[in-house]
């Protein structure tokens, strides 16, 4: 079986340079300028679901952002319903804060809720609101920060082509509820078939449910399929964190039962899994950390009515070698001045 290392570089190189992790710092390829930070603002975060730890990854960025920029944050949880999250839009507009920021729901399910932001004239950034990354997404909002999505089912579906040979026979479950994770599980099932592999089943499940749902999905799924499941692919890493019970209980080791590979987010769940062996392989991750500290200068410039920055994340493919060789650490934070940077635009 293929094993591939941990590599932050740009998309265009994950699946190249086998066998060499970069472990150097390298530059922040980052805005280099930008407004300097407006005083004495309040933001709140309105955040889909911080059981979800992409979600929550990039929450804790922005709260170490907002201690260096100098303003005040609230954080609110949607708790992954979509009554949730218009509530928490609602408690966020009764705040009368200076910018929101959408954290990890998409804008279409809560049109209604963010048309009321915009009337009231809040400036708004997301964080994987839509399938249109960058500056001018649509809902009102200035700039919705994510690695570029197709880019990343296209790294998790090739990884399991390479990994399956000629036999791969592949799963993989997503959550119509938003329009970014069928996209990204038609170009995973578009590049699998592509290459010659098969998909035996294409699974729709609410992530907000996989608690109670892929256990008994997991069990179904096994019975149905035995040794022609090969590979299990999600458009996120927490559809794992309740596979491996259910493979356990049916007595199928992580290595004899199929292989998991996430088409993100790269949550800490996840890097523990993969390091220890158990059962997922790979992950191909978000720099979370860095994407809270962009949300906070893309929300600096909507507040100055500045230009958004454009700038878009590079993701990274994590497996187990690659951790063994990268320390401890149980995210993917590149090992670039990041911080440095930004802190520097912001006369800080």
Same mark, same amino acid.
């Given at each position: 079986m293929l094993k591939r290392t941990f590599m932050a570089v740009s998309a265009a190189a994950l699946l190249t340079g086998l066998g060499v992790p970069v472990m150097a710092e390298t530059a922040f390829d980052g %805005? @280099?300028?930008?407004?300097?930070?407006a005083e004495g603002k309040s933001i709140v975060v309105v955040a889909g679901d911080l059981k979800n730890g992409g979600i929550l990854g990039v929450t804790n960025g922005v709260e170490e952002a907002v201690e260096t920029i100098g303003w005040e944050v609230r954080v609110l949880d949607g708790a992954g319903s979509i009554q949730g999250r218009t509530g928490a839009i609602g408690q966020a507009m009764a705040l009368q804060p200076d910018g929101i920021i959408i954290n990890g729901?998409?804008?279409? +399910? =809560? =049109?209604?809720? $963010?048309? !009321?932001?915009?009337n009231a004239g809040i400036p708004m950034v997301a964080w994987h609101s839509g %399938?249109?990354? !960058?500056?001018?997404? %649509?809902?009102?909002?200035?700039?919705?920060v994510s690695t570029?999505?197709?880019? #990343?089912? +296209? #790294? &998790?579906a090739e990884w399991a082509m390479e990994d399956g040979g000629d036999n791969v026979g592949a799963i993989i479950f997503t959550d119509s509820t938003y329009q970014i994770a069928i996209d990204k *599980?038609?170009?995973?099932? +578009?590049?699998?078939? *592509? &290459?010659g592999g098969t998909v035996l089943e294409y699974v729709d499940t609410p992530i907000a449910d996989t608690s109670a749902r892929m256990g008994p999905l997991t069990t179904s799924l096994l019975q149905k399929y035995g040794d022609q499941w090969t590979h299990a692919l999600a458009i996120n890493d927490l559809y794992f964190d309740f596979m491996g019970p259910a493979l356990a209980a049916a007595g199928i080791s992580s290595d004899d039962g199929p292989q998991a590979g996430s088409a993100g987010d790269g949550s800490e769940a996840a890097f523990q899994r993969i390091r220890g062996g158990s059962y997922q392989t790979i992950t191909v991750a978000e720099p979370l950390n860095l994407q809270g500290w962009q949300l906070v200068d893309e $929300?600096?410039?909507?507040?100055?009515?500045? @230009?958004?920055? !454009?700038?878009?994340? /590079?993701?990274a493919l994590v497996t187990e070698d690659g951790l063994a060789k990268l320390g401890? /650490?149980?995210?993917?934070? %590149?090992?670039?001045?990041?911080?440095? &940077?930004? @802190?520097k635009i912001w006369g800080k």
């Open positions: %805005p @280099a300028s930008g407004p300097t930070a729901f998409d804008a279409i +399910e =809560q =049109q209604a809720a $963010l048309e !009321g932001v915009v %399938p249109k990354i !960058g500056c001018d997404a %649509p809902g009102g909002i200035f700039a919705n570029d999505a197709m880019t #990343v089912s +296209e #790294v &998790a *599980a038609d170009r995973i099932k +578009e590049t699998i078939e *592509a &290459a $929300l600096n410039r909507a507040i100055q009515g500045e @230009a958004c920055s !454009g700038f878009i994340t /590079s993701p401890d /650490s149980n995210q993917f934070d %590149p090992d670039s001045p990041y911080r440095d &940077a930004y @802190a």
